[in-house]
């Protein structure tokens, strides 16, 4: 039995649209809302590329709604967002080598499409609470660590700069029309239902995939590079104490974590993990290498101060809770559709 805190209360009764809900953290934010006792809608494309998994929400397909469409559609997003009191903006093309192969599709996704979704609010339901999911790949190549909101912006790729529309879009709708909405900027989330079938999402995925079917870690360059993780739940945290409070309308903030590594000790603690794994150090291939950032760790005080959020699960145990995950659901995940 869940024990209902001041956060969860701020939902109960309540209404919630999530784009992307049947993606890896749609589904985890769905689960918590549900189990606060909110009136949660899911949009989810279900295109292959993008991760939307039936399976993620097995164990509360009953307890949700399910719409399948494209956030790109003109004409379900005005429908969608009528009697919503909050929307979890959650859909995006995620992949940086997809975002410069394919920049026009990234570009109506990410960009495009966030500007519908917003023009929808405005006409048809300015009194919806917006959190956006943004990435802190749009910062580019540090020029100091950790980085913090004041960082300059230099997207490497299209993607990063799609995303950095979408972020002003949202923003520019709550300083102009009234449109309460904020944005987290997400650094490199892991755990039980994201992409692992390629690297599409996040390289962890891939990693994950190759550790259980006992094929070595593929880690790029010297595996110097410096990172921080966040586990799902602790990103739906943030998701939730953004979404329960005023006091992050109009704002970005960082989440990132305390805990730093580096990429071969990260390989090595996931061959500590009870599997027989192995790693590999290979050199970058030169689409990676062009828009690989370095070392690269968040500075997240300011979410800390404003809302009161900071990771509470460690690298070692969310890679535990990731492993044994997929190791039981696997089937699942793997194949290229997942029903």
Not at 41 to 58: A, C, K, Q, R, T
Not at 97 to 120: C, F, G, K, R, V
Not at 238 to 249: C, I, P, R
Not at 301 to 329: C, D, F, M, N
């Amino acid at each position: 039995m869940s024990i209902e805190t001041p956060m969860s209360a701020s939902f109960r009764g309540r209404s919630v649209l999530i784009t992307g809900g049947l993606g890896f953290i749609g589904s985890h934010l769905a689960r918590r809302l549900v189990a606060a006792g909110a009136k949660v809608m899911l949009v989810d494309s279900l295109i292959p590329e993008y991760g939307g998994n039936w399976f993620n929400v097995h164990d509360i397909r009953d307890r949700v709604t399910v719409n399948i469409c494209d956030v790109r559609d003109p004409y379900a997003m005005p429908y969608l967002v009528q009697g919503q009191d909050f929307l979890f903006n959650l859909a995006g093309q995620t992949s940086h080598l997809d975002s410069m192969d394919d920049p026009h599709t990234d570009l109506a996704i990410n960009a495009q499409a966030q500007l519908s979704i917003l023009e929808a609010c405005r006409k048809h339901n300015p009194g919806v609470k917006v959190v956006f999911a943004s990435t802190r790949q749009l910062y580019g190549k540090p020029d100091y660590l950790p980085v913090d909101e004041k960082h300059p912006i230099r997207p490497v790729d299209v993607n990063g700069i799609n995303k950095l529309a979408g972020e002003w879009y949202h923003l520019l709708y709550n300083n102009v029309h009234g449109i309460r909405a904020c944005v987290l900027r997400l650094s490199n989330t892991y755990g039980p239902g994201m992409r692992v079938k390629d690297a599409r999402q996040t390289f962890l995925g891939i990693w994950v995939r190759n550790l259980i079917e006992g094929r070595p870690i593929r880690v790029f360059g010297d595996g110097m590079q410096l990172r921080d993780f966040n586990f799902v739940d602790d990103c739906v945290d943030a998701l939730l104490l953004a979404g329960a409070t005023d006091e992050s309308n109009g704002q970005v903030f960082n989440l990132g974590s305390g805990e730093i590594i580096n990429l071969k000790d990260l390989a090595v603690m996931m061959t500590e993990l009870g599997i027989d794994g192995s790693y590999e150090i290979v050199p970058f291939p030169p689409e990676r290498k062009a828009i690989d950032i370095g070392d690269y760790y968040s500075d997240f005080a300011k979410i800390r101060a404003s809302l009161g959020w900071e990771p509470r699960v460690g690298l070692r145990e969310g890679l535990r809770r990731t492993v044994a995950y997929y190791q039981k659901h696997h089937e699942y995940y793997w194949a290229a559709m997942a029903g």
